[in-house]
Nanobody, 121 residues
Framework: QVRLVESGGGLVQAGGSLRLSCAASGSFFSLDDIGWYRQAPGEERELVATISSGGSRNYKDSVKGRFTISRDYDKNMVQLQMNSLEPEDTAVYYC???????????????WGQGTQVTVSS
């Protein structure tokens, strides 16, 4: 089973920056898309940014130009650089990976435990 471990959340003032990291470990064949979702209190979980195995990036409209996702294929890691943070970015951020356990197997969702990001105004 794959294990996703996040780090880098915290408290920051509006306009500040944070960098989230997620490392995948365990036994698996490959990771397809990997990225970040977030969930604010009383809200549904939403996509923030993902990056495919081929390097294609997908961002939530409201974070375009402020957040940058990157991936280290050798280390099975993904990072999210968050700049110009706004109070509306406050949420628990979850790492997500689409995992293949064998070459031709189905893709399974894996989730990290979440890391809190709080942006004060």
């Amino acid at each position: 089973q794959v294990r996703l471990v996040e780090s880098g959340g915290g408290l920051v003032q509006a306009g500040g920056s944070l960098r989230l990291s997620c490392a995948a470990s365990g036994s698996f064949f490959s990771l397809d898309d990997i990225g970040w979702y977030r969930q604010a209190p009383g809200e549904e979980r939403e996509l923030v940014a993902t990056i495919s195995s081929g390097g294609s990036r997908n961002y939530k409209d409201s974070v375009k130009g402020r957040f940058t996702i990157s991936r280290d294929y050798d280390k099975n890691m993904v990072q999210l650089q968050m700049n110009s943070l706004e109070p509306e970015d406050t949420a628990v951020y979850y790492c997500n990976a689409k995992v293949r356990y064998r070459r031709w197997s189905s893709v399974y969702d894996a989730w990290g435990q979440g890391t809190q990001v709080t942006v004060s105004s």
